[in-house]
């Protein structure tokens, strides 16, 4: 079945670095999606992406369907606290279902 | 304010037990879905609904079923909890899209995070 890998695993930036993660498959995906989910809290849409070459901004956010169709990054500008948490990526597979990548655990060092 | 809430936050069950897990959304979404969340696996879909009574599996269904008698309401049934299903459980809503199911935004809920002893 269609797979995400999604990188990195987690990261420990200190405040105001900017951050950079990625997504990518061996299939084809119509829709990328961007989700955080906040400690304790339910994942919530960051940014959706609907065509290949796409680039999105959202605030310090910026994100973007690769060419291919196969991959997608996102990037945090000036990162603060609140960034804090772990962003999903989601592919919209050929049968309609998202896929899910296994996230990357953003932790800002004080 | 969109909205979906789950029933607990937290939840400790007995191997063997039956063990119900509700989700209310009140924006007259047609889509519900539930989800697990396992650290290094992301989101796994267990079961998902596009309509009152109708339900269908998604990638993870084995040892769990559903229930949506209303619109509104979507269960999650463990018929008997086992330690493995010790996990994060998301509920989420999302609009109808004419073409595709799951095109549109999923709100999720808080979670539940159950533990099976």
């Known amino acids: 079945g269609q797979q995400l890998n999604q990188s990195p695993q987690s990261m420990f930036i200190q405040e105001g670095e900017d951050v950079s993660m990625n997504c990518t498959s061996s299939?084809?995906?119509?829709?990328w999606l961007w989700y955080k989910q906040d400690p304790g809290e339910g994942p919530v849409l960051l940014i959706a992406?609907?065509?290949a070459g796409e680039l999105t901004s959202n605030g310090r956010l910026t994100a973007q369907f690769g060419i291919t169709r196969k991959d997608s990054f996102l990037n945090i500008s000036a990162s603060i606290p609140s960034d804090v948490g772990i962003y999903f990526c989601?592919?919209?597979?050929?049968?309609?279902?998202?896929?899910w990548g296994a996230g990357t655990k953003l932790i800002i060092k004080p | 304010d969109v909205k979906v809430t789950q029933s607990s936050r937290y939840l400790v069950k007995r191997t063997g037990e039956k063990v119900f897990l509700e989700c209310v959304q009140d924006?007259?979404?047609?889509?519900m879905f539930w989800y697990r969340q396992d650290p290094g696996l992301g989101l796994r879909l267990i079961y998902f609904?596009?309509?009152?009574?109708?339900?269908e599996k998604g990638d993870i269904p084995e040892g769990y079923s559903v229930s949506r008698e209303k619109k509104e309401r979507f269960s999650l049934i463990l018929e008997s909890a086992s330690t493995n299903q010790t996990s994060m459980y998301l509920c989420?809503?999302?609009?109808?899209?004419?073409?595709?199911?799951?095109?549109?935004?999923?709100?999720f809920g808080p979670g539940t995070r159950l533990t099976v002893l």
């Open positions: 989420a809503s999302s609009p109808f899209d004419s073409y595709r199911v799951n095109y549109n935004e999923q709100f």
């Open positions: 924006m007259d979404h047609e889509n």
């Open positions: 609904s596009y309509d009152v009574k109708m339900k």
């Open positions: 299939s084809i995906f119509n829709t």
């Open positions: 992406l609907y065509k």
């Open positions: 989601a592919g919209l597979g050929s049968n309609y279902q998202l896929i």
